[in-house]
């Protein structure tokens, strides 16, 4: 948010570019997201979206140029000190033991796959965790083990996991995968509640859905093999002609009282 006509960025990627396996994924994606911000981010399959949110999530680092988070250049810092502040909805999340819904959400706190050995929650902690389950409908499946919940509940389960820290900066790669149309509608709700109660709080959104952006969304930015094509405040980016560049399909977009809607022309 402007403080002072200066913009505090969060996020800052300078000429970022990433090598996999011989192969040049990203080839110099520069993005400056400022506090306060809720950006889109989105593009066709393996554009590089995830591989751009692994660096804003300090899970991983580029090849070449520079990645700034909440004012701590990678490479130069203790990751571990960022994730911290970071609430990360990642569909890669994999975990080892069969923790309950509760104890998922509460390793948000730590920052890990598994509940740390030597760390027990405290009972205001353990009752925040308990305050987004009931907020993300998994009331009834507190004590339900990840294994036998559906994608759906996971994915309840990982949003609350995300925000249990109170973070800085949220980023949430897909977040809707798997849930039906309730609990996506109420999880833009929860997007919306949340912007308008942390006005300092930033967001980035993976998605592939036009219509599962919050209303709150202040900006987008459109990557497209492994370039960004398009980035700025939402309603000036997400134009018909900008989209179908980036998803090389014509599509037309539309906007109705806040929300948006694609299909193909
Ligand atoms: N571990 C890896 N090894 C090799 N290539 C990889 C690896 N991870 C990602 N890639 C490649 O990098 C490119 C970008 O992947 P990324 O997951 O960032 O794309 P994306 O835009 O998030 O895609 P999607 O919308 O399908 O999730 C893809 O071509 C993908 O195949």
């Not at 050995?117 to 205001?124: E, F, N, S, V």
């Not at 998803?247 to 929300?259: E, W």
Request: hydrophobic share 40%; proline share 5%; net charge negative.
């Amino acid at each position: 948010m402007n403080q002072g006509g200066e913009t505090t960025a969060v996020l800052d990627l300078r000429e970022v570019t990433f090598r996999r396996d011989g192969v040049e994924i990203l080839h110099g994606v520069d993005l400056t997201i400022g506090r306060g911000e809720h950006w889109a981010m989105l593009g066709p399959n393996g554009a590089g979206k995830s591989t751009v949110v692994s660096f804003c999530a300090a899970r991983a680092h580029p090849t070449s140029g520079t990645v700034t988070v909440l004012g701590h250049q990678l490479g130069r810092v203790d990751v571990a000190e960022i994730r911290r502040l970071i609430g990360h909805v990642d569909p890669r999340y994999r975990l080892s033991s069969p923790l309950t819904a509760r104890q998922v959400v509460l390793t948000g706190l730590t920052g890990t796959i598994d509940l740390p050995i030597r760390w027990d929650p405290t009972p205001a902690q353990v009752a925040r965790a308990d305050a987004l389950l009931d907020d993300a409908g998994l009331a009834a499946h507190r004590d339900s083990t990840w294994p036998t919940m559906s994608q759906g509940e996971r994915g309840r389960a990982l949003i609350a996991r995300a925000l249990i820290a109170q973070p800085r900066l949220l980023l949430l790669d897909e977040p809707t995968t798997g849930l039906d149309v309730a609990a996506r509608e109420q999880y833009l709700t929860t997007m919306d509640r949340l912007a308008l109660a942390d006005p300092d709080m930033t967001s980035v959104l993976v998605t592939h859905h036009l219509e599962e952006l919050p209303t709150t969304t202040t900006h987008a930015v459109l990557i497209s093999d492994g370039r960004v094509t398009a980035a700025g405040p939402v309603r000036e980016t997400l134009t018909t002609a900008a989209v179908s560049e980036a998803f090389h399909h014509p599509i037309t977009v539309a906007y109705d009282s806040g929300r948006f809607s694609a299909r193909a022309s």
